[in-house]
């Protein structure tokens, strides 16, 4: 009897897996993205691009060559036929080339590692704004640096590249956790252990997308 369970139960569980398995592709190097603009972040989790870019035109109804480098508008032509457009500033982010890029910084900026935590780098240009003579434009002071996060792929947040910022996804995993609480304070806030846990995490809780 308990010989005919387990041969159950791992029946149940091949064809649960089968069945995900139909309606989700896992991604890998060489995984193929729909091409287009996103308006949110589950544009991006369902691999379905609010308009593609083959349908995009710049002000003078020509392709767009480069959406980091328009203008401010995008066109395209909707299923009614009518002529829509489409702000910059309602971008959240695109793919081009296979290539996402996500609003973050100065623009828009490529994800570097994709998984279900991604990581990306941006620059990202501050102002000093202080002192007598500021409120006459004067004696201000603007530095650009360059920064990282991670984006969360399940709840889509843009999480700071430090322990304290991905342990929100890392709780998600008791294992990770556990061998996360054994660590050395020192050790704990070092890059290195950051970068481990988020490969750790990724080859853990593979990233899908549905079919």
Not at 108 to 134: K, P, Q
Not at 170 to 187: G, N, V, W
Request: hydrophobic fraction near 35%.
């Amino acid at each position: 009897m308990r010989a005919l369970f387990l041969s159950m139960t791992w029946a149940f569980s091949a064809l649960l897996f089968a069945q995900q398995d139909s309606t989700r592709v896992r991604y890998q190097p060489g995984f193929v993205f729909r091409e287009g603009v996103y308006f949110g972040f589950e544009d991006l989790r369902d691999n379905r691009p609010a308009v593609l870019l083959k349908d995009l035109l710049d002000k003078n109804k020509r392709p767009v060559p480069d959406l980091r480098q328009s203008d401010g508008r995008l066109y395209y032509t909707d299923t009614s036929g009518t002529q829509q457009t489409i702000d910059m500033d309602r971008i959240w982010g695109f793919c081009d080339h296979n290539v996402v890029y996500v609003r973050s910084g100065n623009g828009f900026n490529r994800i570097g590692m994709m998984g279900s935590l991604a990581h990306l780098m941006f620059d990202v240009t501050y102002s000093n704004w202080g002192g007598y003579y500021s409120m006459y434009g004067y004696g201000t002071n603007t530095y650009t640096v360059q920064e990282q996060r991670v984006l969360d792929m399940e709840s889509g947040a843009f999480l700071p590249v430090s322990m304290g910022g991905i342990l929100p996804a890392i709780a998600r995993d008791r294992i990770l956790q556990e061998e996360y609480d054994t660590l050395p304070k020192k050790e704990r806030r070092s890059e290195a252990t950051v970068f481990r846990f988020i490969r750790r995490y990724n080859e853990r809780h593979p990233l899908y997308f549905p079919r």
